[in-house]
């Protein structure tokens, strides 16, 4: 498989990443070099394995439903580059 | 005492502190002395010279009651990936530029609980992925090793580290641990650092890169060092699931010097075609100094070597979509400036293309091409049944009744700043070969200088360990660090 322009288009679109149009060809070009190099997994014969989803045997712990935190707005809206009346502010969303 | 405060180890800084030899505010004003005159090596990126003052004062009064932990005064730098509350952490991004985080990470609340001195925030590459500090926002960390007038590389991503460490900036720095990220810069840098079992460390309030893999470790000056440092840092975590709730031995009396009768494994497949003659060198004279020790060392084959690298070039980038979606403009950080008309959706994409640098948009992309719709078979699921294969090679070895495993920790010695710029993104990944199989495992890792090259740069030597086998893996290096007599020291040009 390759990657060619319409295709890197599509995945900075969906990585929401302003890419140029000047600038798709060299990126083509880069996640293909990366991918061919992924390419050599096919190399493996995997039948029957399972994929791996965390390298410990252990399951996860479990806690109580309960609120444990809280009541911080003031600190969570701290960093925000646009914070109005206790809300993250943010361009139109909807028309 | 006749070396400067700031060259001290841990244990020595510990002992001295607690007879009374000096005080933890002569230590750390040591430090931060040496680290206004180190300005040329870029390692300190944010200097917390007061909170510092601050600390060093608090563990003086800490020492004077008695019974002080071991970290107690002891001047730390933590790694620019770590929240530490209303200093600034950025992860070396322009994303996250101006970020004051609201809370402290578990490591070092635990660091900063035990009594340590924070002397600010170290370099790095941007969201840790980079394997020479390069793609850091601030420029590179500078490796304090030279062998003629270049600018060598500390390694990354926890460059800054390795470099503050090496040249006695501080007595130990943090580091994290992706694909090798703290063992391929203590190598490069004449230092230990020491990649825990996964679940060993919290990782809350670590910018993550990518959850499976991602651990937190010591970077230190010494194998004890290493072992009081993880000390500090270890244990279970309720505020990350991942971390394991399991006992933490006492690693500083796991070193005992005595590996007789252990099983050194030296994996056939890590002899990869091309690999330098003094490299290969190094790895059988470690070989030697291990079997001389006592231990029995043993060929053992782990067959899937070879495709680590290709499958976690998968797995990270495909963690790292997922994790770096939360850097949107909204609610910390960088947010572009956006035209007339522009709606939600173009803020993102410019707040995005402006605040990443370029290594981090690769591996985004390419973590998302792996994961859209009729590609996550061939390339995300493929990569981690390739991931399944790689550890169940290490758990037949460990099996087999092997103890721990012998490498080289890198395929070379530092490299210049600025070679690897015209190269393909791939040559960067291959520093990682012989580490990154360990971060899929989840296995302890440790890399413990042994030697210098022809040209006087230092190398060093990896030792895997069972899981959760921290203590012994330790014990192993302790035994290698005294048989290669590691001193040597980077001339001060800074």
């Given at each position: ?7 890197a ?7 929401r ?9 060299a ?21 029957g ?19 444990t ?16 009346e ?10 | 005492?006749?070396?400067s ?19 933890a ?12 005159g180190a ?7 944010h200097?917390?010279?007061d ?18 932990p ?24 322009n ?21 340590a001195?924070?002397l600010?925030?170290?370099?790095m ?15 590179p ?5 030279r ?13 800054g ?15 994290t ?8 810069p ?6 230990v ?8 460390v919290s ?21 004890r ?17 991942t971390?394991a ?5 006492d ?8 590996i ?33 020790a006592g231990?029995?060392?043993v ?13 976690y ?5 495909a ?25 939600i959706?173009e ?22 091409y ?21 550890k ?7 099996a ?5 495993i ?8 530092a ?6 710029a015209s ?22 890792g440790?890399s ?8 006087g ?9 069972r ?26 040009w800074?």
């Amino acid at each position: 498989m390759s990657i060619d322009v319409d295709t890197a288009r599509r995945v900075a679109k969906l990585a929401r990443i302003r890419v140029d149009e000047s600038d798709l060809p060299a990126l083509a070009d880069e996640l293909n070099g990366i991918v061919t190099f992924m390419e050599q997994l096919n190399a493996v014969n995997v039948d029957g394995v399972e994929p791996m989803t965390g390298v410990t045997p252990m399951r996860l712990k479990r806690r109580e439903d309960v609120v444990t935190d809280g009541n911080m707005p003031e600190r969570i809206l701290k960093n925000a580059p646009d914070a109005r009346e206790g809300f993250f502010a943010v361009p139109k969303v909807v028309e | 005492m006749s070396k400067s405060l700031n060259s001290l180890t841990i244990a020595e800084a510990r002992d001295g502190l607690r007879k009374g030899e000096f005080t933890a505010s002569e230590l750390t004003g040591a430090c931060l002395t040496a680290i206004d005159g180190a300005d040329a090596l870029g390692a300190f990126v944010h200097k917390t010279p007061d909170i510092a003052r601050e600390q060093a004062t608090a563990a003086d009064a800490r020492l004077a009651k008695g019974d002080a932990p071991d970290l107690c005064g002891i001047p730390l730098g933590i790694k620019d990936l770590f929240c530490t509350k209303g200093v600034p952490g950025q992860a070396a991004s322009n994303i996250l530029a101006g970020f004051l985080p609201e809370y402290e990470s578990t490591v070092t609340s635990k660091l900063f609980g035990a009594g340590a001195v924070m002397l600010g925030k170290l370099n790095m590459d941007e969201f840790a992925m980079g394997s020479s500090n390069e793609s850091s926002c601030y420029g590179p960390a500078v490796n304090p090793w030279r062998s003629d007038d270049r600018e060598l590389t500390p390694g990354g991503s926890s460059g800054g580290s390795a470099s503050a460490v090496a040249a006695d900036l501080c007595l130990g720095a943090t580091g994290t641990d992706t694909g090798g990220s703290i063992r391929q810069p203590a190598a490069f840098t004449g230092i230990v650092g020491l990649k825990p079992t996964y679940g060993r460390v919290s990782r809350w309030g670590i910018v993550a890169y990518a959850s499976s893999l991602d651990q937190a470790g010591p970077m230190a000056k010494t194998v004890r060092d290493t072992a009081i440092f993880l000390q500090a840092m270890a244990g279970h975590d309720a505020k990350d699931s991942t971390s394991a709730d399991i006992p933490v031995p006492d690693f500083e009396a796991a070193l005992t010097g005595d590996i007789r009768g252990k099983k050194i494994g030296i994996p056939r497949e890590y002899r990869a075609d091309g690999m330098p003659a003094e490299i290969a060198a190094l790895w059988a004279k470690g070989a030697d100094m291990l079997r001389d020790a006592g231990a029995e060392i043993v060929d053992i084959s782990l067959p899937h070597t070879q495709y680590a690298l290709p499958a976690y070039y998968v797995i990270a980038p495909a963690e790292a979509s997922s994790n770096l979606a939360r850097y949107d403009g909204v609610r910390y950080g960088h947010r572009a400036k956006l035209s007339q008309g522009d709606g939600i959706t173009e803020m993102y994409e410019k707040t995005r293309a402006e605040g990443f640098g370029a290594e981090v948009k690769r591996r985004i992309m390419i973590g998302t091409y792996v994961l859209s719709a009729g590609f996550y078979d061939a390339y995300y699921n493929r990569a981690r049944k390739v991931r399944a294969l790689i550890k169940r090679d290490f758990d037949q070895v460990f099996a087999g009744g092997v103890d721990a495993i012998l490498t080289p920790t890198t395929p070379s010695a530092a490299f210049g700043l600025g070679e690897m710029a015209s190269a393909d993104p791939v040559q960067m990944y291959l520093n990682d070969v012989f580490t990154v199989t360990v971060n899929l495992a989840g296995l302890p890792g440790i890399s413990v200088p042994v030697g210098l090259d022809s040209q006087g740069l230092p190398l060093g030597l990896q030792l895997i360990g069972r899981p959760w086998e921290e203590a012994a893996l330790l014990n192993h290096a302790y035994v290698l660090e005294k048989a290669a007599g590691f001193v040597a020291k980077p001339g001060k040009w800074w």
